[in-house]
């Protein structure tokens, strides 16, 4: 606990329990969905990962702030290098320990100056670790942070949380060729740059674009956050899409979005994965790969259509990891392969993405 | 794949523990045997190491104690036909020999598969050239670095990478003969020593001031590669990681930096084929992300255990499972038992791994710390940040600190202390925040990153607040909370906060902290550690305490079962694995009678501290606040104190004035026997001789005692915090320069004198009893004369030079006291035997570090008896003393001199050995000669020579026999003045060699360096200064030049013996 902190406030779960913490973000009350991460790196990437939008994010790594926050320096490409979007997705973040103290070369701000300048409520001194095992054993669940000089707002009720992370207008990236439309359900920065990196031009267009009509070699579906079934629009032009042969990647709302559009149905998960510590596997094979992961819902692969397989499942729950249609170039995973944050051994994927379109 | 090769498997361990090689390697070897034996395969282990966990009778299919060397490792593949080798869990010694079986063509002789990474693959990551090259290959940056066989060549590769430079020994455990040069006159002085290890060395471009991450990697045949592990070094590249502070998870590094290393780790691991285990270590650039691959170990190391204990993944289990073609993804997550085993564990807590030095222990020794390992040992500290784990830590280490803060410690030379560190290093930041340095001139100073010297600081402001308080009611709860969560003992509040009280003891103080606490409702919570940071349940139960938290992760048992293990603490000289298999020992019987063995202990290399060797492990201080905050929630039927050794032993009283029952000897017997007066007074009252001894506090009364008995005298003064300088002195000179060195003799510093005596044989009995009756015993002889303390001497089980009288005498001295003191459970008493007169000169109620040896030597288990006693029923006595034993075992200890640059190699009263072997023979010779040999002693080569160097006139005739052997077997002799005309008188022909600082030649020194002899025999006399200098060059260049010595003329005498008799090959 951070003992120069002394503005207190509670956080509320949804049965009722409480728990007394200490406030290094904006003393703001706030309510949202609690979600437990376990990653033990990448805290700028995660809250500004827009899958996190509207979620109140418990870290269980006990030491959160150690390396500070950089500056919002921009690439060639003009995306921001450190962070995943524009600004912090979550709606809160709760840890067991803050460090105002940090230390890293890069480092212009601490983490509490960062979350304050962007309101965002945060809290300390919690024992993430008992708040982890009940999201774990009771499923997630809202939770509402309380300071006792601010009203608590009434819980907005967001259907399609998509619809308030995805561009608004359509944005196009470099001139190369393949040329990639990109469906941007709430996109991070990094799936951007990787697919720009090799060489590709991207559109991006907003998560409800009609991109039936539209002039593109391969077809990229985001992640995002909230229910999959939620994007009826993107579903319907996903389907027409699949009527075509060309290529098609998804990540992680992607992977719903292709299964729900494929016939499929997909499923909110007790309480999700998100870390950066899940193993997925090639059915069928040894073959293993240590992926990040942030996602509430699922496929269920026992409803895909008969032309579709499971393309990754999941070692330790054996949820669905991936999918692919058994004869097109129609693929996406579940997991991240663009990682920031988290490992990076399946960024090979977005190379195969590349060389499907550039064989049609 | 294939996974129904390796029948019968053949494992090397590590044998004897020396500095760069320790316990950690009792634990690889275990864990991997426990998985052989999963997987229904015989096991053949080779091990001298008799105080191992894994030379236990059961652990292996057989087990053999004999030294790892081809030779004797050819031996038992003649015998036991094993059609697999497994060379990775036995650390350096293993692997080396491993390369040498390969390139001798021994494995492909008799068709042995090597399991695990391939013996190709092992040697390219030795050779450190051929390593560079294959990182170049695919584009890994390695240190800028150049091979060479020559001081020249060292000279003339500078001009590439530039000073400073670091020189490194090839194929060298530990980064032994290592070190930073800064100009040509350094470098050609280390070059010079480094050559002498290793035909190769490297001068390396020095990265000072980088920070140093290690990965844990792990690989299987199917190409799946997970990193177990990161580990951060607290300090700075330059200092060797066994002698840094180890954090892991890495605090400061940022995802991008965490998963560039890891990816490259993965590359490499990939690159270079291994299967199994690999350690890599990197330098990373704190201003940017450029780094440099430092060193990769394809085995098993000290970091691996560290990094299994600190995740709760089973490193060594999942290697050897790997080495039978298994996939990561069919093994299980061990922990939560649904999950795999591929994935990487997430933490959702810190752990600091200390390095415990013992380097008080040795005269002339730098204390300066840096690239080669001088730490004996290292402790792990659990807790949810880093104030909380370092604080734990610092008192784990044992060194009478009591964490961070409230160390009352002087250091003359602050600021240098601080740019050259010592192992006073985490005391001398703690005086300079005290000095008002800041963070960022520490940082300057030390290179030590800000945010472990922010959150230092932290601790240091809390210290402020608490000594601020002016009594107990000023200890609020939030200050409270504070300094718990940060890690400060109960005592260490009190000390700080209650300093103005005079009326109260620490102790009273520290329970009026702990009483003030729990009325505030400020307790510890008991969180598990699961590898999942909390995403499925654990099914294991290894746990940690900490204050931040609001709830228990598991619910205490308090039926009564609970049997509560104390265990051994940090290896250090004088407590080691030996009393880490006395406690997994005693665990094993307390399970199979039915009881829950809780197991209490902070070393990360030991198997104690295996979550499977118990049924509940705090991986927790051994403090009586946390073991009382144990009790407090298990209430257990009972603790052991007297398996760990003296750690938990020093505990019994404290702990039962506190309520806590103790399973054994009772509190107050256990005092009685520590107590110096109070065992005196009862030796009386039973007729037992003792050595003369007082308890003196001036000069004055210290002449009279010696006018009374005589010179020499054993002088011990009191504790002192840099261990007690106890030793031997034969006249007032003497006398007085001993005391000098210590505190001076006072009220408040007594001296202990004892009267001591020459030429006395030591014997031992280790014994157990049951409500002071005795149940079994064993009886020990020293080969040494008293004087060299009993963890150094050379010992032979079932005694074979002591007369009937003796044994009788011992046995009924036993009897005696473990009747007068009411012993239950183990003991040990020390005698000196001379003329048929016994004298006790130590009795403990505890396990003594012989337990192992005689258990296995006998085949009966001492410490399963010794549970039985205290938690079974009545027990019936074994016959005998086991003197009819039809084989001897010879027990010899290992000795890290080389380590310890500038330390005199020479024996006493002090321990200075790190660790131990025995073996077994026929007759005393063959036991003798196996043990010497696996203690690193070689057969001297008959063109080489042996140099005499043979000190009082006793001593020379005790040698005479021997030389005489040896010239008849046809040895080169050389020999120093007077031990030449001596051997000359009688008969036995020498090369004369002058001493070092004569300037007549030929000289000894020359003789050494130049590789002309083979083995030193030199005996020090404690005479003249320029006797003992003498003899100090002439050791300590035997060291430095790794040439075998011996410095006890009756050992000296029995090894040349043994191998002249045996002559063996």
């Known amino acids: 606990m951070n003992y120069e902190l002394n503005k207190s406030a509670i956080l509320r779960l949804a049965d009722g329990t409480e728990y007394r913490g200490f406030s290094f973000g904006y003393p703001r009350s706030t309510t949202g969905e609690m979600v437990f991460c376990t990653a033990m790196t990448g805290y700028p990437e995660s809250l500004t990962d827009p899958s996190y939008c509207g979620q109140i994010l418990v870290a269980t790594h006990p030491m959160m702030g150690n390396y500070g926050v950089p500056d919002d320096e921009r690439d060639a490409y003009g995306l921001s290098r450190h962070f995943e979007s524009d600004h912090i997705q979550c709606a809160a973040l709760v840890a067991t320990d803050y460090s105002a103290c940090y230390s890293h070369a890069d480092a212009r701000r601490s983490l509490g100056e960062w979350l304050s300048g962007e309101r965002i409520p945060a809290l300390c001194g919690i024992d993430t670790r008992a708040l982890a095992k009940k999201l774990r054993d009771e499923g997630a669940m809202t939770g509402t942070i309380v300071f006792d000089d601010s009203p608590v707002a009434p819980p907005v009720h967001d259907d399609c949380l998509v619809a308030r992370v995805s561009t608004k207008q359509i944005q196009e990236y470099g001139h190369g060729r393949p040329k990639v439309l990109l469906v941007d359900c709430g996109v991070k920065n990094n799936i951007l740059r990787l697919l720009l990196e090799r060489g590709v031009s991207v559109r991006r267009v907003p998560w409800d674009y009609d991109f039936t009509h539209d002039d593109y070699d391969g077809l990229f579906i985001s992640n995002g956050p909230g229910d999959p079934a939620a994007c009826i629009p993107t579903i319907q032009h996903l389907r027409a899409a699949l009527a075509d042969d060309r290529p098609i990647m998804g990540i992680c709302l992607g992977n719903q979005l292709l299964a729900l559009a494929a016939g499929a149905r997909t499923y909110k998960m007790k309480f999700g994965h998100r870390g950066h510590n899940q193993t997925v596997r090639q059915p069928g094979t040894h073959r293993c790969f240590v992926t990040a992961q942030n996602h509430g819902y699922a496929v269920d692969p026992a409803t895909l259509p008969d032309d579709w397989e499971c393309l990754f499942e999941n070692l330790n729950d054996g949820t669905n990891e991936g999918i692919r249609h058994k004869q097109k170039p129609f693929f996406s995973t579940q997991f991240h392969p663009e990682a920031s944050s988290g490992p990076v051994d399946t960024m090979g994927l977005f190379d195969q993405f590349i060389e499907k379109m550039k064989e049609v | ?1065």
């Open chain 2, 1 to 1065: 794949m294939e996974k129904d090769f390796g029948k019968r498997i053949l494992l090397l361990g590590s044998g004897a523990l020396k500095i760069g090689q320790s316990g950690e390697f009792d634990y690889s070897g275990s864990q991997a045997l426990k998985a052989l034996h999963d997987e229904h395969r015989y096991t053949i282990l080779i091990n001298p190491n008799v105080a191992t966990v894994q030379t236990t009778e059961g652990m292996a299919d057989a087990i053999y104690y004999l030294p790892i060397t081809p030779e004797y490792v050819e031996q038992v593949i003649q015998k036991e036909h094993p059609d697999a080798i497994m060379l990775a869990f036995g650390g350096q010694t293993a692997l080396n020999c491993g390369i040498e079986l390969h390139q001798r063509g021994i494995l492909d002789k008799y068709g042995i598969r090597v399991l695990g990474t391939p013996v190709s693959a092992i040697m390219q990551t030795e050779d450190r050239e051929q390593f560079a090259s294959l990182m170049h290959q695919i584009g890994v940056k390695t240190p800028k670095s150049v091979a060479v066989g020559s001081v020249s060549e060292a000279l003339e590769a500078v001009r590439v990478t530039g000073y400073p430079v670091i020189v490194r020994a090839a194929y060298a455990l530990g980064g032994l003969g290592s070190g930073f040069c800064t100009n040509d006159d350094e470098l050609t002085a280390l070059a010079s020593s480094a050559l002498a290890y290793s035909p190769q060395i490297l001068v390396e471009e020095s990265l000072k001031g980088w920070k140093e991450i290690e990965y844990e990697v792990v690989r299987d045949g199917y190409d799946n590669c997970i990193t177990v592990c990161n580990m951060e070094n607290f300090d700075p590249l330059g200092i060797h990681t066994g002698e840094s502070i180890v954090v892991a998870p890495s605090q400061t590094l940022t995802d991008h930096e965490y998963h560039l290393l890891r990816r490259i780790a993965i590359h490499i691991v990939r690159h270079v084929g291994i299967v199994g285990e690999c350690n890599v270590q990197y330098a990373l650039d704190p201003h940017s992300d450029d780094y440099r691959v430092i060193e990769v170990n394809a085995r098993l190391s000290r970091s691996s255990a560290l990094a299994s204990k600190a995740t709760g993944y089973p490193l060594a289990a999942v290697a050897a499972k790997l080495g039978l073609g298994y996939g990561l993804d069919e093994l299980p997550n061990a922990v939560t038992r649904v999950t795999t085993a591929c994935f990487e564990p997430a933490l959702d807590y810190v752990v600091c791994k200390l390095p415990r030095w013992d380097l008080g222990k040795f005269t002339g020794v730098s204390r300066q710390i840096g690239s080669s390992m001088k730490s004996v040992g290292e402790v792990m500290a659990i807790g949810r940040t880093f104030e909380e784990a370092i604080q734990k830590g610092m008192r784990m280490v044992g060194q009478g600190m009591h964490g961070f803060v409230g160390n009352a410690l002087d250091i003359p030379d602050l600021d240098g202390e601080l740019r050259n560190p010592t192992d006073k290093r985490l005391p001398a930041i703690e005086l300079a925040f005290d000095r008002g340095y800041t963070v960022e001139q520490l940082h300057d100073m030390t290179k030590i990153d800000r945010w472990f010297l922010c959150r230092l600081h932290n601790i240091h402001r809390t210290k402020l607040r608490l000594t601020a308080c002016t009594g107990l009611d000023d200890l609020d709860a939030p200050l409270l909370r504070r300094a718990k969560e940060q890690g400060f003992s109960d005592h260490q509040i009190a000390k700080l906060a209650l300093q103005g009280d005079t009326t109260m003891s620490p102790h009273a103080k520290a329970d009026s902290v702990r009483a003030r606490r729990k009325a505030l409702g400020i307790v510890p919570v008991i969180k598990q550690i699961d590898t999942l940071a909390g995403e499925v349940p654990a099914q294991t139960n290894y746990l940690y305490v900490t204050y931040h938290g609001t709830e228990n992760d598991i619910a205490p048992e308090r039926d009564g079962r609970t049997v509560v293990v104390l265990g051994s603490g940090a290896y250090r000289i004088g407590s080691s694995v030996e009393f880490d298999w006395c406690c997994v020992a005693a665990m094993q019987k307390i399970r199979s009678l039915g009881y829950r063995a809780t197991m209490i202990n902070y070393n990360p290399e030991t198997v104690s501290t295996d979550y499977d060797a118990c049924d509940r492990l705090f991986f927790e201080e051994l403090t009586l606040e946390r073991v009382l905050d144990i009790c407090d929630a298990e209430a257990p039927r009972g603790v052991i104190p007297w398996a760990g050794g003296q750690i938990p032993n020093n505990l019994a009283l404290l702990l039962n004035e506190r309520g806590v029952p103790i399973l054994g000897t009772p509190a107050a017997c256990i005092d009685m026997a520590e107590d110096r007066q109070k065992f005196s007074a009862l030796c009386d009252r039973l007729g037992i001789a003792q050595p003369r001894w007082k308890q003196l506090t001036s000069l004055a009364d210290i002449d009279r005692f010696a006018d009374e008995v005589g010179f020499p005298l054993l002088i011990r003064p009191s504790y002192v915090l840099s261990g007690a300088a106890m030793r031997v002195v034969t006249n007032r000179a003497e006398l007085e320069s001993a005391l000098a060195t210590a505190a001076a003799v006072s009220a408040d510093h007594p001296v202990v004198v004892t009267e001591f005596l020459e030429r006395a044989k030591e014997v031992e009995i280790d014994a157990v009893a049951q409500e002071g009756r005795m149940v079994c015993y064993a009886i020990s002889e020293h080969v040494e004369f008293a004087g060299v303390h009993s963890g150094d001497a050379t010992v032979v089980f079932p005694a074979q030079k002591i007369y009937c009288e003796t044994l009788r005498q011992m046995k009924r001295t036993a009897r005696k006291l473990a009747e007068g003191l009411h012993v239950t459970g183990p003991f040990n008493i020390q005698f000196l035997a001379k003329d048929n007169r016994l004298k006790v000169i130590e009795c403990n109620l505890r396990a003594s570090r012989s337990f192992p040896f005689v258990s296995k030597m006998t085949r009966h288990n001492f410490i399963s008896t010794a549970t039985e006693a205290v938690l079974g029923s009545t027990l019936t006595p074994v016959h005998g003393a086991f003197e009819e034993m039809d084989r001897v075992g010879v027990k010899a200890s290992q000795f890290s001199f080389t380590r310890l640059l500038r330390a005199d190699p020479v024996l006493g009263v002090d321990m200075a050995s790190t660790g131990e072997v025995a073996c077994m023979g026929d007759n005393f010779y063959e036991a003798l000669l196996k043990s010497m040999l696996s203690v690193g002693h070689r057969v001297p080569r008959k063109e080489k020579g042996v140099l005499l160097s043979s000190g009082p006139a006793k001593e020379k005739v005790e040698l005479l026999e021997a030389a005489q052997l040896l010239a008849r077997s046809g040895y080169r002799l050389f020999a120093t003045g007077g031990t030449a005309d001596f051997l000359a008188a009688h008969g036995v022909e020498t090369v004369r060699l002058h001493w070092p600082d004569s300037t007549q030649r030929p000289c000894v020194i020359d003789y050494l360096k130049a590789g002309e002899i083979d083995l030193v025999v030199n005996i020090p006399k404690n005479h003249t200064p320029r006797e003992l200098e003498n003899g100090y060059q002439i050791r300590r260049t035997a060291i430095d030049y790794n040439v075998p010595l011996i410095t006890n003329a009756r050992l000296a005498a029995a090894y040349i013996q043994a191998f002249c008799g045996i002559g063996c090959n």
